[in-house]
């Protein structure tokens, strides 16, 4: 059974930030102009996005940090090869499967570089995830 101080608090919350930060570089600075494109819409570097835009994101990131710390907790994941795996294995099956299936819809005119890009952040976020929670 797991018990949750079996789960560092400290290993999320950096884990948090780092898939955040990760996302924040992603979809401005790295893939900015190819997800507007995704999107069709003109890039804009110098839009400021809605609150929502920043929170939601944070906050979804925790969740998923939360998920991959009990995975890990749960599976007896200890070394840096066994949390690679999980994030790769979570990152594919879940995360960027998920996004490419989502974005598979006619209000995205340009769904299968949708999928490339935020289904390849995904796949990052959460192999920077389990690494993160590797070193707690």
């Given at each position: 059974?797991?018990?949750?101080?079996?789960?560092?608090?400290?290993?999320?919350?950096?884990?948090?930030?780092?898939?955040?930060?990760?996302?924040?570089?992603?979809?401005?600075?790295?893939?900015?102009?190819?997800?507007?494109?995704?999107?069709?819409?003109?890039?804009?570097?110098?839009?400021?996005?809605?609150?929502?835009?920043?929170?939601?994101?944070?906050?979804?990131?925790?969740?998923?940090?939360f998920?991959?710390?009990?995975?890990?907790?749960?599976?007896?994941?200890?070394?840096l090869?066994?949390?690679?795996?999980?994030?790769l294995?979570?990152?594919?099956?879940?995360?960027?499967a998920?996004?490419?299936?989502?974005?598979?819809?006619?209000?995205?005119?340009?769904?299968?570089?949708?999928?490339?890009?935020?289904?390849?952040?995904?796949?990052?976020?959460g192999?920077?995830?389990?690494l993160?929670?590797?070193?707690?």
């Open positions: 059974m797991l018990n949750f101080s079996d789960i560092s608090w400290i290993g999320i919350i950096a884990a948090t930030v780092a898939s955040f930060m990760l996302g924040g570089l992603w979809f401005t600075v790295l893939l900015g102009r190819a997800y507007s494109a995704a999107l069709g819409r003109a890039h804009d570097p110098g839009a400021r996005p809605a609150p929502l835009m920043i929170a939601g994101p944070a906050a979804w990131s925790l969740v998923t940090a998920a991959t710390a009990v995975l890990m907790a749960s599976l007896g994941i200890e070394t090869s066994g949390a690679l795996g999980l994030g294995f979570v990152g594919i099956g879940y995360l960027a998920t996004t490419v299936n989502t974005g598979i819809n006619p209000n995205i005119p340009n769904p299968l570089l949708y999928g490339a890009v935020s289904g390849g952040y995904h796949l990052a976020a192999l920077v995830i389990a993160v929670l590797s070193f707690f």
